[in-house]
């Protein structure tokens, strides 16, 4: 039985950790569904879900609330492309050097239930119970950052995560990514896991809503468009893989009982933060689409 808030295993994209090396299970033939985040299971980017609080925390004004909110338009009706994501990443990696981790965990933490679960797809809170109730084990890969993305897998009841890790040195992001779960890599993560869990890919299940994911689509033996954008859409129908669309946002504790959510004017701060990296996105589409 699906249950919230349970244990969730970071998986480390498959490299050697230490003395640690992956080494094959034992027992093949297991079964896992892959989940990308960002409007698949939630219904934004989960890098711009933020930017609401930090206006109320007085951290960001009006004009760049409505900035960061056409850069979600943007994304949500167009997607982002490689050359969007890449500019993205190299924003963002730049801008959390000098972050103290426990302190954006925390804050993570405490803002976690208000900003994410109202976001979550019914649809896809429906999947998670039918691949569990199946024995299936469920995995969220994105390029999202892994203190993003590991609580709301453990929110999810996830199993696994496989998320972007930024270089940490003295407790604090130092600006570099040690591992960027992106595109081709996301297939690789998954490949490798399979080879540790002993997954069978021709029997596992894959759902992402991005041309960027086909390869981590491609990967395993049912792949699902959700949402596509207009590129994987096509591949969708030339490539006759099933397309979904999921378009009922609801509360996850109108599904399962979830504590109380815990704002603080530290979380309001961060998640506006991560609001700037929208407005930056959006300032760039907008004079793409000018020129």
Known sequence: MWTPGG?????DGGMETGDRAVRPHPGRGR????????????AKSSTMAFTKPFQAGGLISRRH???????????????????????MRAFMSALCAGWDVATVKEIVAETLHTI?????????????????????????????GVELVEPIGEMLGADDVIATRLEVVDGRFTGEIDYYAYAEEKAEAIRR?????????????AYSDSITDEP??????????????????????SRDWPVLVFTKPVALRSRV????????????????????????WASARKRRIGA
Do not use: W
């Open 116 to 144: 994410v679960d109202p976001l979550v797809y019914d649809e896809a809170v429906s999947l998670i119970e039918g691949h569990h109730a199946q024995g299936h084990d469920v995995v969220i890969v994105s390029t999202s």
């Open 31 to 42: 079964t896992a569904a892959f989940f990308d985040l960002d409007k698949t299971i939630i």
């Open 193 to 205: 896991l399979a080879e540790e869990r002993g997954y069978d890919l021709a029997g596992c299940f």
């Open 7 to 11: 244990p969730v295993h970071t998986y």
């Open 65 to 87: 609330v409505l900035r960061s909110a056409y850069a979600q338009f943007v994304y949500v009706t167009g997607g982002a492309d490689h050359d969007q994501m890449e500019k």
């Open 257 to 280: 009982p979830l504590p109380p959510a815990k704002p603080t004017l530290a979380a309001l701060a961060v998640g506006g933060v991560v609001a700037v990296g929208g407005v930056l």
């Open 216 to 237: 981590m689509l491609a990967a395993v033996g049912h792949p699902h468009a959700v949402n596509p954008d207009r590129e994987l859409r096509r591949v969708a129908v």
